[in-house]
């Protein structure tokens, strides 16, 4: 386990090739993109074209306030000031949720919903963060942007849900709606097992969504496919390997990324009998929120025995990412 400095903040990797993450962001950022554009030429999405644009533009403004004011606390250069690449691997890490939020959340006309969720999601990477074991008090945002973007939209503003069942393949006819939810699954699967080291995540969620989802028919006396109904869909291939897995957000260690999974799964299935609505992305922020209670407890719980006042070291801060 090493720390790793780049133009987006310090990080913890496990052993290999750290670039491969980053060739994962520049991956998942160059997917979303594609996915927009064919989402509102080809495959029928129902958001206005302003959608994404709005959300991409919040997420650039709110990046760059953020990074301005965190180099102005530290009298530092702010990153967007130290050249291309610099810019664009701050921005990239913006576009990717700006994106997901504009693509899963329907506000019909309106845009303040999407600019709110898109705040939220940039706006907690630097707000909600937490101790990085071994890192020498070096923190990490704990909740998943987007999802945490979204999530808190659907619960503040009723009249806004997500994006129609059909929605990724509405315009599609014969193969293709083969073709659509295929292409994500391969992509996905590819970027997880070669990229991020995420597959047992994925794996344990769909493991635990399908016995949640026999427990339940079981225990209603329903036909057994009807709660596992929502693995059919496009949607449930997205959050399975484009939000569930997010590497900056999740466990390394393949046993708790297993836990986690399980505990994300669970989590839905208790929403769902409790007559929760979006149970998704409901257990992801509560599975989120006990992981982040979990790393400041073992933080304080460590520095206790150590004999070491509690706090996070000024110079361990990192960067918005």
């Not at 659509?180 to 995420?198: M, Q």
Request: charged share 10%.
């Amino acid at each position: 386990m090493r720390v790793v400095e780049t133009v987006t903040g310090r990080f913890l990797y496990p052993k290999g090739n750290p670039l491969l993450r980053m060739f994962a962001l520049y991956y998942f950022g160059a997917l979303i993109t594609i996915w927009t554009i064919l989402g509102h030429t080809v495959l029928g999405w129902e958001q206005s074209l302003a959608t994404p644009v709005a959300s991409v533009a919040t997420g650039v403004v709110v990046t760059l306030i953020l990074e301005w004011v965190r180099a102005w606390s530290k009298d530092d250069t702010p990153i967007f000031l130290r050249g291309k690449q610099s810019l664009v691997s701050l921005l990239l890490p913006a576009l990717i949720p700006a994106l997901a939020v504009a693509m899963l959340l329907y506000s019909n006309e309106r845009l303040a919903p999407i600019v709110f969720g898109t705040t939220l999601a940039i706006g907690s990477k630097a707000i909600f963060r937490a101790p990085l074991p071994g890192a020498n008090g070096m923190t990490q945002h704990f909740f998943n942007p987007s999802n945490f973007g979204i999530a808190t939209t659907l619960a503040l503003f009723p009249s806004v849900g997500l994006a129609p069942p059909y929605h990724l393949v509405e315009n599609v006819t014969g193969v293709a709606h083969w073709l659509v939810p295929g292409g994500l699954l391969a992509s996905g699967i590819l970027v997880h097992a070669l990229f991020t080291g995420r597959s047992p995540l994925c794996i344990a969620w769909i493991i635990g969504f399908v016995l949640q989802g026999i427990l339940r028919s079981v225990w209603f006396h329903s036909p057994w496919i009807v709660p596992l109904m929502p693995m059919t869909g496009a949607a449930f291939i997205l959050f399975t390997l484009y939000m569930i897995p997010d590497p900056a957000t999740t466990p390394l260690d393949w046993k708790r990324q297993v836990v986690f999974g399980l505990a994300v799964a669970a989590t839905y299935g208790v929403l769902l009998v409790s007559h929760i609505v979006f149970g998704l992305f409901f257990a992801l922020i509560f599975v989120c929120f006990l992981r982040g209670c979990a790393m400041w407890i073992g933080y304080l719980r460590a520095n206790r025995a150590r004999g070491v006042r509690p706090g996070i070291h000024a110079s361990g801060i990192p960067a918005v990412e």
